[in-house]
Each structure stands twice: as structure tokens, then as C-alpha cells.
């Protein structure tokens, strides 16, 4: 791992050396000594880390540790020079005196100390290669006899030309019917389903694929599905299911139940006393004791209620009367046919299988047993080996393991395919693992190319190799996607447990991410990077001085104002986890002393990530934030927020500002001239009427204008690829839309304004990129709709309007439009408000969402031909929808799930036959 920590210094030494290459020129023989010197030993550690898990060295250990202290060192004072000599943190006035200064014996003193810290480092690392040769770490045959084939992510910046990302459940037929009719069953007696399997065997995803199913979770009048966490408490696993029981309550409702000194075992049983109802338990942590006081939490009545619980073993009790039934669901390795095919399908998507490699599925079910995880794992490792001379090297060093052993084996072997900036970005995911590992999409790509961790190269940006790397690890089997949404807002997670362990061992061996939680707190003086996760106190990490810290992640469940009344107590008396740990059931507050985030800034001026959600830091962020000359990513997602201070203007490398779900409404007018600008998400915050030139600005998300707006400060930001804005005032259509077709690279518009211009679809010169279109309101002039010019419009979403018949007809003609949602506030212009599909128009949309209308959606049996997916949400689903028995959605769904066919034909509510022409 080592070697993913001296890659990326190698370049920030090359760009030092390129940047201040005149002022430097006293010390540039001692910083290209340390490039190569580290160049050098990238390359040896690159093939000789293999050896540190299989061979135990405690020698080579030392030499990586030793290594990566040197590469820390010499990262310092790289940030610490940039920090002397930077001088945008002060008074634009004070500026020339100071640059005056430091051209002379300031200047002097920086670079004379970072030349002596360079010579120092240096000498280390002569040591360092003097011990390698002494102790003979450098044995080519010792290295190659542990891997003889090269990583195949050198190449990492081509891009893939199959998705894989959509999970698929290969060979588990039976063991999903069995618990389906275990959860629908008749028996009145509440049930328990045990789920058990060793860990990659797919337990999770056998109950997701069953139980996250409409057609069963409407059987149930309330349900919920939690993770529990390692030592999480019964109190703090009732509390995770009230607070997933309660999405669908009121505010109102949820007081009322949340009544002052209730403790949560009565507000959970008082919720679902009475009810049928569905409680899945991911509980792989949990320990029996937990267990027992959960189980006989939840209300015994014969309502037919089912709890699932997803385990490795069954919970054995001694001298234990069970209130309850049981049954077991228990998961093997997959059997050959299902393991080869899980297995090509990775490899291959949907091409034909090739007779040649039969030899090899074999050896593909002997070495994994069968287990998906590890299928999905060796398929992704393989993905870009050569055949059939690297397959055979890899699939011997497997053989020749242990068999209990291999699933390690095939991980490690992952990892170290990686190439050193993948092993980082992989490695990032830990910063939140206390959050089920779940990150954004876009979220991710940000924060690694604030950390350094990406350069542009090959002719793609930074932010596009990112989203290349955050797809190769999707089909590595590395990571998954855990839900749906555009591909900039989808949700990621570290694929198993499995691979979180292994994921967190690394970075902690590495110092690559720390972790405050439960009773460890990491050594604030050498902290670079930390997650913070002990809800029991949340603030006491930042109560420390962190000289070398770079990064700060905590993201904590948002506290809900409630009434003056006491706090909600948990399962006993002596509850070991206090209420804080579910805030949203707390009274009281936790407010974080303005001094505290001061005495952050502080003491940590390295930093460039700071990363705050759910948090209490006070109205306004400290003026010490000025002097944040490495900040790139600053997000603040924190309900008390509401001012930034002018100071902010003088981070001359910001890059994310991020104050979603903030009371921060505008920001000061020095931020809108900071030229590094990439990414600005708020909500709803007030657009200046004049800013910089943003050149490098890609996202402005969610903003709104307090006048009439002509859209004039877009062309200050002529890259522009998100537009969010709510026009409050009178759009000048005319100049808006004059103003908007320059911008040549704008991929997504989300626009809210009473009278919407309708040379949105009309610019033919422009908005050729434009994939993403959200409108709301009404749009002017539709009569004078020619032919749609938006030839990429893939996803467009209407509000608020009336849609004419014309209108409709010309969207029909839209060539790449896969998804239409008809949102709150949609009326179509028949008297009925039926809106009829016919077979001449949408040949491409896959996706069709009607919510919170009183349009009523006809489809011929011609219409929508690659219809996939038809969503009925609200008091859209009251309505008599039809769709002809012969259509094409209704076959698939036939010939994919007959029981979800059965229902869907059954329930009149959703869907009648077309018996009769119209």
C-alpha cells in the first residue's frame, strides 16, 4: 500500500518543481534527487508489497513503514513551503509589502528550511535503500514467485464497454420462492426467517430481490429494513427500526408516538401493535443477547408479522422458551452451471460463451467454491488478463492456497491489480463505513480530485477519469451501486462485508484513513485523514490540535427540532448508548463551541477536505477559514449554518462549496471571483448579478434569482455542465435564451420559473450535449413549437404545466429520450386527462413515472416499445390507468416474475384491459 502513498507525491514534487521552478533553483537538485530516489522505490514496491501478506516479513514491513514516513515527511514540507509563500490569505493591500519581503529574506528562510527538511529526507531514504540491499529485500525471484503477471490497471483511463453495475441473482430460484411463501404464508403466528451463509454468500441480496418487492411489501401494513452496525446496543438497534418505521408518519404523528419518558421498546411496540408487519434485520453483528431483547421487543399477535434476519449462524439459547415460529433459509456455494454463468456474465456481459475456456469455468467453481463474492471478484480480476498465459498464473497461485484461505487470496489479488491511484480511491470508501459505506457518485469523484488523488491525462479531465475509475471497481466486484438515479446520484458501497474489513485493515495499516469511533481515538498528531463516527461524542476529536491532518469527514443524522420535552429514554435505565446516538429522538442539542471549529482551523493548515454533516458549528463559519490556503472541498451541510464569512474569498484552490440542506441563502460576493471554482450546490441561494471569470466552473446547483433575470452572469461561466435556478422574478426570454446557448458543454438543466421560454427545445446551434431537462411551470408560446432540436435528451421531467397534444407529439419524436416523469402539478389538455401512448411516437423510453397527477396513461399495445419500468406513485395510483394485455412490458413481466404479473393483472386500481378499439 505504500506505494499508493509516494505515487501521488511523485507528481506533487514534479508540479512543485515545474511551478516554482526559478524561485527554487537553489534547492531543485535536492528535490529531482528525492523524485527519483522515490520514483525508484514506487517501482520496487510496487512488486514487492505481494510479498508482505504472503510471506509474513516483519523486515519488509519495516522497510514500507519506513518508506511511507519518509513519503509523509516530504509531503509536509512541500505543504508547509506552499503555505509560506502563499499569500492570498491576506489583505489585498498588504499583499505587495508582503510579496516585496518575501522576495527577499523571508523568501530566503522558507526555501533554506525546506531544503534542509529535503536533505534530511533524502538521507532517510539513502538509508532505507542501503537496509533493503543489506537485508536482500530486493530478491527478483522471491517477488516474482509471488505474482508473474502485471497489474492490469496501468492502462486505468479507458473506459468500459459493458455495465455490470445492476447485481444479478444467478441460481437462487429456490431459495427465493421459499421465502417468499414463508412471508406470505397464512399462518397468523408471527414467524421468524433466518437467513444464514458465510459472508459473500449472497444473503443480502437473496432478501433485498424478495423482500424490497412491491408485490410483497404491500401485504404488509408497515415494514422496515436495518443494518445493524458492530456493537450497536438494543436500544440503538429498536431506535434504527422506529426511525425506518416512522418515513411514512407525519411530524404530528411522530410526536404524538414519541411521548415524553416513553422508553423506544413501548413506542415500537405501541407502532406496530395491531399490525401486520415486515422487520428484515441485516444482523451479522449482532450478538444473542441483542438478539433476545429485540425479538421480544417487537409485538407477538397473530397478524401474520414476519421478521427476517440475516445471519451467519442461528442464534442458539440455552433454557429459552421461543413466543415465536422459526424457519431457516440456508445458503450454499453456487453449483457449477450457476457459478459459470454468474461468472461469464461478469466477464463477458452478453456475449456467447467460448467451448476453449470450459477448462477454466471448472477451475472457476473449484477455486471459489462456488461463492458468489469470490466468483464476482475473480471475474473482475480477470477481467483485462491476457488469455490464456496470465490466466494460468493467476489460477495456479490460487490453487496452490489453502482452500479456507482463498476468498483472502482472491481480495489481496484484487487489490494489488489496482493501480497506485485506484488503490487510493478504493481505499476513500472507508471514510464511511459507519454509514453503511453509501457515498454519491459525484460526491466521490469531488472529494478525490480535492485529495490529489486524480490528474488530468490521456485528453480527460480529472473529474472524467474518476468516474472511468468509479466503473472499474464497479466491475471489479469491488464496489456495487445500491441504487438507482442518474449516473452523477447514484448511490455506492463497498460490495460485502468482506470487502469492508479488508478495505478498512488497509487504510489503517497505511495511516490512510482514521477512524474516531466507539473507544479508539487516533493520535492527533499524526492524523492526515479522519472519519468521525462516535455519535456518544461527536465534537471531542475536534477538541485537538491535528497538525498534519489533510481531511475531515463527519456525517451525522441531522437533528429534528422538537417540543421542550425530555428525552426519550431507551431499553434500561442504564442504557450503555445514550440517546445521542439517534439524535432525531433527542431533545437536547449538540452544540459545538464556535472556539472549538476555530481551534481546528487552527492547528490544522494542511487541510483540504473538510466535510461536515449533521452537525452543530453556529450560525457562521469562523473568519479563520481565510486562511485555508490548501482547502479544495468545503461542505457544510449543517441546519445552522446560515452565513459565510467574507474570508472564504481568499481560498485561491477552492473547488467544491457544498451547503446543501444549510440555512446559508447567499454567499459573499469575494467567493463568486475565486477562478478554481468547479462546483457550487446549495439550496436555493441568491446568484450574484455579477461574478469572476468562472472558467473552470462545472456545477452551479441549486440557486434562484431575487429580480428579473436575463441569465447575463452564465456567460462568465462559459463550461458550465449543471444548471439549477429558480427564477422568482420575470425571465427575459429572449436574452436568457440567447445567454443559455452558450453554453456549449451543459449536460443538465433544472429550470423553475411562470413562463418557461420554449426555444429551450428549439436552439438548434446549441444545448447539443443538454442528456438532463427538469421544468417547472408553465411554457410560453407552445403553439409556435416546430421540430425539437435536443438530440441527446435522454431523462425529462414536467411540473406544473399543461401538455397539449402537439406537444407530446413532438417529445415522441425525441430520438434518445428513455425516461419521462409527469410530476406534481401536470394536466394534459383532454377533458378526461387521458394521455394516450399510440405506436407512433417514444420508441426509445424505458422508464414512464406519473406522480401526483390526475393524468390517467394509456398504452396501446404498439405504444413504448422498450418499456422497462412504469411508475405509479401517490394519488396517481387511484386512477384507471390501462394497458393493453398484449404489450410488450406486460409479456416481460410475465416471463420474468409471473407472481408480480398475477398481481398487476389483478389489481384494477393499476391496470384494466383495452377490450374494444377507440
Known amino acids: 500500500m505504500a506505494e499508493a502513498i509516494v505515487g501521488p507525491l511523485v507528481s506533487k514534487l514534479q508540479e512543485l518543481a515545474l511551478s516554482e521552478g526559478r524561485a527554487l533553483v537553489a534547492v531543485s537538485g535536492e528535490i529531482g534527487n528525492l523524485r527519483d530516489k522515490l520514483m525508484w522505490l514506487l517501482a520496487f514496491l510496487q512488486e514487492a508489497d505481494p510479498r508482505r501478506r504472503t510471506r ?48 527577499s529574506t523571508t523568501q530566503l528562510l522558507v526555501r533554506h528550511r525546506l531544503s534542509g527538511e529535503i536533505a534530511a529526507i533524502n538521507g532517510r531514504l539513502e538509508e532505507i535503500i542501503k537496509n533493503k540491499e543489506k537485508y536482500r529485500l530486493d530478491d527478483s525471484a522471491a517477488v516474482s514467485s509471488v505474482r508473474t503477471w502485471t497489474a492490469s490497471a496501468a492502462s486505468s483511463s479507458v473506459s468500459l464497454t459493458w455495465n455490470v453495475s445492476k447485481p444479478q441473482i444467478i441460481g437462487r430460484e429456490k431459495e427465493q420462492s421459499k421465502l417468499k411463501e414463508k412471508l406470505l404464508n397464512s399462518d397468523a403466528h408471527l414467524e421468524v426467517i433466518y437467513v444464514l451463509g458465510e459472508s459473500g454468500v449472497g444473503r443480502t441480496m437473496l432478501v433485498n430481490s424478495v423482500c424490497q418487492k412491491s408485490t410483497i411489501r404491500d401485504q404488509f401494513e408497515v415494514s422496515a429494513m436495518v443494518k445493524v452496525p458492530r456493537k450497536a446496543g438494543v436500544s440503538n438497534i429498536l431506535k434504527s427500526i422506529w426511525e425506518n418505521l416512522k418515513k411514512t408518519q407525519s411530524v404530528e404523528e411522530q410526536d404524538n408516538i414519541e411521548q415524553p419518558g416513553r422508553s423506544i421498546v413501548q413506542i415500537v411496540k405501541s407502532h406496530l401493535a395491531g399490525r401486520r408487519y ?38 442458539h439459547f440455552l433454557n429459552h422458551v421461543k413466543h415465536y415460529h422459526e424457519d431457516t433459509i440456508e445458503l450454499k456455494g453456487l453449483q457449477y452451471e450457476d457459478c459459470k454463468e454468474l461468472f461469464h456474465t461478469r466477464l463477458h456481459g452478453g456475449e456467447e460463451e467460448e467451448a476453449e475456456r470450459d477448462e477454466y469455468y471448472k477451475q472457476v467453481h473449484n477455486i471459489t ?31 496452490e492456497s489453502a482452500k479456507s484461505k482463498r476468498l483472502d487470496k482472491i481480495l489481496s489479488l484484487s487489490f494489488e491489480d489496482l493501480h497506485h491511484e485506484l488503490k487510493l480511491c478504493f481505499l476513500y470508501f472507508t471514510a464511511f463505513l459507519e454509514r453503511n459505506s453509501k457515498a454519491y457518485r459525484s460526491t466521490l469523484v469531488k472529494l478525490w480530485v480535492a485529495e490529489g488523488f486524480l490528474a488530468p491525462r490521456d485528453g480527460k479531465t480529472a473529474e472524467e477519469l474518476g468516474h472511468i475509475y468509479l466503473s472499474q471497481l464497479i466491475v471489479r466486484g469491488l464496489v456495487a451501486e445500491t441504487a438507482s438515479g442518474d449516473d452523477s446520484f447514484r448511490l455506492l458501497a463497498l460490495h460485502n462485508s468482506s470487502v469492508q474489513s479488508f478495505a478498512r485493515s ?8 482514521e477512524m474516531h469511533q466507539g473507544d479508539h481515538v487516533p493520535e492527533p498528531a499524526t492524523v492526515r485523514r479522519l472519519t468521525l463516527h462516535n455519535s456518544m461524542d461527536r465534537y471531542g476529536a475536534l477538541d485537538n490540535t491535528m497538525p498534519k491532518l489533510r481531511s475531515i469527514i463527519a456525517i451525522f443524522q441531522e437533528e429534528r427540532e422538537t417540543t421542550a420535552n425530555p428525552p426519550i429514554t431507551g431499553c434500561f435505565p442504564s442504557s450503555c448508548f445514550p440517546c445521542c446516538c439517534f439524535p432525531a429522538l433527542c431533545s437536547g442539542k449538540h452544540n459545538i463551541r464556535k472556539s472549538v471549529l476555530t481551534k481546528l482551523l487552527q492547528g490544522s493548515k494542511f487541510l483540504r477536505v473538510i466535510m461536515l454533516e449533521g452537525m452543530e458549528i453556529g450560525t457562521e463559519l469562523p473568519k479563520e477559514i481565510g486562511s485555508m490556503v490548501h482547502l479544495r472541498y468545503l461542505g457544510a451541510r449543517c441546519q445552522s449554518l446560515k452565513t459565510i464569512h467574507a474570508s472564504i474569498g481568499k481560498l485561491s484552490n477552492l473547488q467544491t462549496m457544498d451547503v446543501k440542506n444549510s440555512s446559508v441563502r447567499e454567499l459573499p460576493l469575494p467567493f463568486w471571483k475565486i477562478i478554481s471554482l468547479r462546483h457550487v450546490t446549495g439550496d436555493k441561494l441568491i446568484i450574484p448579478r455579477r461574478a469572476g471569470e468562472l472558467k473552470q466552473l462545472k456545477t452551479l446547483d441549486s440557486v434562484r434569482t431575487s429580480e428579473d433575470w436575463d ?17 422568482q422574478g420575470k425571465l427575459k426570454e429572449h436574452e436568457f435564451s440567447h445567454n443559455l446557448s452558450k453554453l456549449n458543454y451543459l449536460t443538465t438543466l433544472k429550470l423553475e420559473v411562470d413562463g418557461l421560454p420554449v426555444n429551450i427545445f428549439t436552439e438548434a446551434c446549441s444545448l447539443q450535449c443538454l442528456k438532463t431537462v427538469s421544468l417547472t411551470g408553465t411554457l410560453s408560446r407552445i403553439e409556435l413549437l416546430p421540430v425539437l432540436q435536443l438530440p441527446n435528451l435522454n431523462d425529462l421531467s414536467l411540473s406544473k404545466m399543461q401538455l397539449h397534444k402537439w406537444f407530446i407529439k413532438r417529445l415522441g419524436e425525441l430520438p434518445c429520450l428513455t425516461k419521462l416523469s409527469l410530476l406534481l402539478g401536470v394536466s394534459y389538455e383532454d377533458e378526461e386527462g387521458k394521455l394516450e401512448f399510440q405506436h407512433d411516437g417514444f420508441h426509445c423510453l424505458r422508464i414512464l413515472v406519473v406522480r401526483d397527477t390526475h393524468i390517467t396513461v394509456l398504452i396501446d399495445e404498439l405504444a413504448l416499445p422498450a418499456l422497462q419500468n412504469l411508475q405509479l406513485i401517490g394519488c396517481s395510483r387511484e386512477l384507471q390507468h390501462k394497458i393493453h394485455p398484449s404489450h ?17 393483472n389483478s389489481d384494477k386500481n393499476l391496470f384494466q384491459d383495452i377490450t374494444t378499439a377507440r
Open 711 to 727: 441569465g447575463k452572469i452564465l456567460t462568465r461561466m462559459v463550461n458550465l455542465e449543471i444548471v439549477d435556478v429558480i427564477v
Open 56 to 103: 509474513a516479513s516483519e523486515l519488509m514491513r519495516v522497510l514500507v513503514r519506513h518508506t511511507r514516513d519518509a513519503a509523509f515527511s516530504a509531503e509536509d514540507a512541500v505543504d508547509e513551503y506552499v503555505f509560506c509563500v502563499d499569500l492570498s490569505r491576506y489583505p489585498s493591500w498588504s499583499r505587495a509589502i508582503l510579496g516585496f519581503l518575501a522576495g
Open 506 to 513: 488497509e487504510a489503517q495499516e497505511a495511516s490512510f484513513m
Open 278 to 315: 415486515l422487520v428484515v434485520i441485516d444482523g451479522r453483528e449482532m450478538t444473542i443477547t441483542d438478539w433476545n431483547a429485540v425479538i421480544h421487543a417487537l409485538p407477538n399477535e397473530e397478524t401474520s408479522s414476519r421478521v427476517v434476519l440475516i445471519t451467519k449462524k442461528k442464534p
Open 888 to 904: 410488450k412490458y406486460v409479456k416481460m413481466i410475465k416471463r420474468e416474475d409471473r407472481n408480480l404479473f398475477q398481481d398487476i
Open 369 to 399: 467454491g462456488g461463492l458468489p463474492l469470490a466468483v464476482i471478484l475473480l471475474s473482475g480480476l480477470m477481467h483485462n488478463k491476457e488469455f490464456p498465459d496470465e490466466w494460468d498464473s493467476v489460477f495456479k497461485y490460487l490453487v
